[in-house]
């Protein structure tokens, strides 16, 4: 009986022949384009081979081109500048004064306005402000008086005097005030020497004391001083800006 068992080959299921079948041939579709193979498996199939072949990798080319189309609009449609970037230095005005002053010039203008009031001396605010001032970013500055007149020796400011409207420095011009500026024209190659406050003395700033607006912001800085940067981009805004502070 032992004998008879041991040569009698096992009985499979068709089920087990098919997977043996399957497992020992060559796939049906190999070698062929996903097209090929959509097009000839049964209907019942489609939508999981759309799903894995066709959908996922589409999906993740939108998504690249999306991103792609966004960086390229930044790049060359950047965020407008606001109508006028003012910097308030070394708490010129008390935490949360700037904005209300922001708020209410930019009701009156019509137009987006800073009032950035980050601007310590005694931290990174000078190397900040020297920054903006140089890419052309800031149109009024607002500091102490000390602050300023080292400000004015950089030769960041413009005179009043010749910028200001006629009519409009008739009214203002008595709150002027004069600093040196910046002259290296007598400057040798000596290492001490600098052209900072080597300039003449102009009216660079206005004591912000008289100004009625500035006046009624409570704990505002009463020695502080108000200046047109020497290269804003948005002189007349810068104007209007300081008429409406001494209106």
């Known amino acids: ?46 939508a999981a081979y759309s799903r894995t072949h066709f959908l996922v990798p589409l999906l993740a080319a939108v998504i690249v081109i999306a991103l792609g189309t966004f960086v390229i609009v930044r790049l060359v449609s950047p965020v407008p500048r606001p109508a006028l970037y003012a910097a308030a230095v070394s ?27 980050y601007f310590d001396m005694n931290k990174d605010g000078l190397s900040k402000l020297q ?24 030769g960041y400011f413009d005179n009043l005097k010749t910028t200001l409207p006629a009519a409009e420095y008739a009214k203002v011009g008595k709150y ?44 505002a800085d009463d020695d502080a001083l108000v200046g047109i940067a020497a290269n804003t981009q948005q002189l007349d805004t810068a104007k209007n800006f300081i008429q409406y502070l001494y209106n």
Do not use: C
């Open 91 to 117: 708490g010129s005005t008390p935490m949360g004064e700037a904005d209300k002053l922001k708020d209410d010039y930019a009701k009156k203008l019509g137009k987006d306005v800073i009032i950035d009031d």
């Open 131 to 154: 920054t903006m001032i140089g890419n052309e970013q800031i149109d009024v500055v607002i500091a102490p008086h000390d602050v300023f007149a080292k400000l004015a020796s950089f």
């Open 1 to 46: 009986i032992g004998g008879r068992m041991e040569g009698k080959q096992p009985k499979l299921t068709p089920e087990q022949r098919e997977a043996i079948d399957t497992l020992s041939s060559t796939p049906q579709y190999q070698g062929e384009s996903k097209i090929k193979i959509f097009m000839k498996i049964p209907a019942k199939d489609k």
């Open 176 to 219: 002027a005030m004069a600093f040196h500026g910046f002259d290296d024209s007598r400057v040798t190659d000596a290492i001490d020497e600098s052209g900072s406050g080597q300039g003449k003395s102009e009216p660079y700033g206005l004591l912000l004391e008289h100004a009625p607006r500035w006046d009624r912001i409570e704990g």
